[in-house]
């Protein structure tokens, strides 16, 4: 079988780190498929601790322009040393919480459009299949709402970032044909999943 790079994408408190890890078990368990699970950002790679620390307002005065800078450069680091190799070999399915949909949403202004936040981002291996989990605010915040952890920079002002995310599908699909599906992710997790693995079935 030839491996796969899969990434799933959505607003915080979409359930994305479930529906990642949930997909991977049954990968695993009852197709039998070889499955790395990742994520971004990744403390493992370059500028991953410094772009932690400013999700989580540890670091608060920083130049706009390092932020989109540090996640493609985590990235660029991300894709070298882990998914690149895996895709080298057959049999393998990688998936990713998270990439450079989400540098669109969140990196991009006014001053800094889509088309140079994908600059940074050109030699980014692109996915096989990006699933976008559409659930709604309430849904959101309810789930933040359990976490029991502090508030980190992103995680407000939702419906601002789910416009920006739709218009970062259509400029994907439309700039370098991406492969994304948009998920009804306000159910349950077997039916987020559910949804995923037709996705993953039609695309094989």
């Not at 949930?22 to 699970?37: F, G, P, S, W």
């Not at 990742?38 to 307002?57: A, F, M, Q, T, W």
């Not at 895996?86 to 669109?104: A, C, Q, V």
């Not at 692109?126 to 995680?155: H, T, W």
């Amino acid at each position: 079988m030839k491996s796969r790079f899969i990434v799933i994408e959505g607003l915080d408190g979409s359930g994305k780190s479930t529906a990642a890890q949930r997909l991977t078990e049954v990968l695993e368990n009852q197709h039998k498929v070889k499955v790395t699970l990742s994520h971004e950002p990744n403390r493992d790679y370059c500028g991953g601790n410094y772009i932690r620390d400013v999700l989580e307002k540890k670091i608060t005065e920083f130049h706009p322009r390092v932020l989109p800078l540090s996640f493609a450069a985590n990235r660029l680091d991300h894709c070298a040393r882990l998914i690149q190799p895996l895709l080298e070999k057959d049999g393998n399915i990688i998936i990713s919480d998270r990439y450079y949909l989400s540098s669109l949403v969140y990196q991009s202004s006014e001053d800094f459009p889509f088309q140079s936040v994908m600059a940074l981002n050109e030699k980014a291996i692109q996915p096989d299949i990006i699933f976008f989990l559409n659930v709604s605010n309430e849904v959101c915040y309810a789930r933040m709402s359990g976490r029991n952890q502090a508030e980190e920079l992103f995680e407000s002002r939702l419906e601002e970032h789910r416009t920006k995310y739709f218009q970062a599908i259509d400029f994907l699909r439309t700039q370098r044909q991406d492969n994304i599906v948009v998920i009804d992710g306000n159910g349950t997790v077997e039916e987020t999943l559910a949804q995923m693995l037709a996705g993953i079935n039609a695309m094989m």
